[in-house]
């Protein structure tokens, strides 16, 4: 047994070697979120053989039920190995993406030999491709199934040759007859009918003008409190997002965790809000102070009034790119649109947006040679 560094994930883990009923050895790992660089690995070390106790415990135990352990089963196993793994935001995706689109399919009860067979997995495959999906939400999807297949390999429930082969019928779809994943906007006269279709005093109005204006994804806009509204610079501040499980957490990257300049009519519009409530404090939330909305309520309120206005469907992010677009469209520049998207670089606002961007080639050469 040893403590192992991982610098990949940066994190420490558990090797040992575990005798097996046909008297052969294997070497399992223990993987946990919390062994980072910075916990040490002398820590892991003071817990290594507690650690290593338990996990055989809990194999040899599962050993003896190997022929009748149910899928179910196996997932509950896979949703606490995930859960110490990753962040909660990971595990998140991936146990909802394989609930929602594997396990719901699938007999729970039924025996997992009967279930990791080609003809199921291709079925399953099938049955994803079908629901119409973005290629990459369907390639996200096939790959949670694939981590699953593997979890439940290394553990010896189905054999590796097996896994692999399955793991080969779940190759992700081709990309190419996608347009950018069809980013779905809208046009400044599609926003102005959505924003007409409320009341003028309805505060999920400005809840929607903030997202659009300040290009935020939507766990940072249910995150936001008044402490990160800066009146005199105006400004908010993005320095959390909020998880589809209600947490708080740290902001997609380092360049996320920045200030959005907002215009001057919803810098006076959120005042205005604010006075409405005269006992806002700084750390209530600027929406719904007294119970902070939810990303399902946010999705369901846009979604309604998307019917009531007959504009085309998005996303909550289909508003940021909304914004992305306007000012596209508007000839601003890459850098300034890139900036205000807090994007990690304009080669990610260009990568991402390069089919909106107008084709100015010839015009510049001409202006160029003149």
């Given at each position: 047994?040893?403590v192992c560094y991982?610098?990949?994930?940066k994190k420490?883990?558990i090797c040992?070697d575990l005798k097996l009923?046909?008297?052969?050895f294997?070497?399992?790992?223990?993987?946990?979120k919390?062994w980072?660089?910075?916990?040490?690995?002398k820590?892991?070390?003071?817990?290594e053989?507690d650690?290593?106790?338990?996990?055989?415990k809990?194999?040899?135990?599962l050993?003896h039920?190997n022929n009748?352990?149910t899928v179910g089963?196996l997932?509950?196993?896979?949703?606490?190995e995930?859960?110490l793994q990753v962040?909660?935001q990971?595990?998140y995706?991936?146990?909802?993406?394989?609930?929602?689109y594997f396990i719901?399919?699938?007999p729970?009860?039924m025996?997992?030999d009967?279930?990791?067979?080609?003809?199921?997995i291709e079925d399953?495959?099938r049955n994803?491709?079908s629901?119409?999906?973005t290629?990459?939400?369907?390639?996200?999807i096939?790959r949670f199934l694939?981590?699953?297949l593997?979890f439940?390999?290394?553990?010896?429930?189905?054999?590796?040759?097996?896994?692999?082969k399955l793991?080969?019928l779940?190759?992700p779809i081709?990309?190419?007859?996608e347009?950018?994943e069809?980013l779905?906007?809208?046009?400044?006269?599609?926003?102005?009918?959505?924003?007409?279709?409320f009341?003028?005093?309805d505060?999920?109005?400005l809840?929607?003008?903030?997202?659009y204006?300040?290009?935020?994804?939507?766990?940072e806009?249910?995150?936001l409190?008044w402490?990160?509204f800066?009146?005199d610079k105006?400004?908010?501040?993005?320095?959390?997002?909020?998880?589809?499980s209600?947490k708080a957490?740290?902001t997609?990257?380092?360049?996320?965790?920045?200030?959005?300049?907002l215009?001057?009519?919803?810098?006076q519009?959120?005042?205005k809000?604010k006075?409405i409530d005269?006992k806002?404090e700084d750390?209530?939330?600027?929406f719904f102070?007294t119970?902070r909305?939810?990303?399902?309520?946010?999705?369901?309120?846009?979604?309604?009034?998307?019917?009531?206005?007959?504009?085309?469907?998005?996303?909550p992010h289909g508003?940021r790119?909304?914004c992305?677009?306007?000012?596209i469209?508007?000839?601003?520049?890459?850098?300034?649109v890139?900036?205000h998207l807090?994007?990690?670089?304009v080669k990610e606002t260009l990568?991402t947006?390069?089919?909106i961007?107008?084709?100015?080639?010839?015009?510049i050469?001409?202006?160029?040679?003149?």
């Amino acid at each position: 047994m040893s403590v192992c560094y991982n610098k990949t994930r940066k994190k420490y883990f558990i090797c040992y070697d575990l005798k097996l009923p046909d008297g052969t050895f294997k070497t399992f790992s223990i993987y946990n979120k919390e062994w980072t660089k910075e916990r040490g690995k002398k820590y892991v070390q003071m817990i290594e053989q507690d650690e290593i106790d338990k996990d055989q415990k809990t194999r040899k135990l599962l050993m003896h039920k190997n022929n009748s352990i149910t899928v179910g089963e196996l997932f509950e196993m896979y949703k606490t190995e995930v859960q110490l793994q990753v962040a909660e935001q990971t595990a998140y995706a991936k146990i909802i993406g394989l609930e929602k689109y594997f396990i719901s399919i699938v007999p729970i009860n039924m025996q997992s030999d009967l279930v990791f067979t080609i003809k199921t997995i291709e079925d399953y495959k099938r049955n994803i491709v079908s629901k119409n999906l973005t290629s990459k939400r369907t390639n996200d999807i096939l790959r949670f199934l694939k981590e699953f297949l593997m979890f439940v390999s290394d553990r010896d429930y189905i054999s590796y040759d097996l896994a692999r082969k399955l793991c080969n019928l779940l190759k992700p779809i081709s990309t190419d007859k996608e347009v950018k994943e069809k980013l779905k906007f809208w046009t400044v006269e599609e926003w102005n009918k959505f924003y007409a279709s409320f009341d003028d005093n309805d505060p999920w109005r400005l809840l929607f003008e903030v997202e659009y204006m300040a290009a935020l994804r939507i766990g940072e806009l249910i995150g936001l409190q008044w402490k990160d509204f800066d009146r005199d610079k105006k400004t908010i501040l993005i320095r959390q997002s909020i998880t589809n499980s209600g947490k708080a957490r740290k902001t997609k990257n380092k360049s996320s965790n920045a200030t959005v300049t907002l215009p001057e009519q919803l810098v006076q519009k959120l005042v205005k809000f604010k006075e409405i409530d005269m006992k806002a404090e700084d750390n209530d939330f600027i929406f719904f102070a007294t119970k902070r909305t939810s990303k399902t309520s946010v999705r369901r309120v846009l979604n309604k009034h998307i019917q009531m206005s007959g504009v085309p469907q998005i996303s909550p992010h289909g508003l940021r790119h909304s914004c992305a677009s306007r000012m596209i469209n508007m000839g601003i520049s890459p850098l300034i649109v890139s900036k205000h998207l807090r994007h990690s670089s304009v080669k990610e606002t260009l990568d991402t947006y390069s089919h909106i961007f107008p084709n100015e080639t010839v015009g510049i050469i001409d202006k160029v040679f003149k």
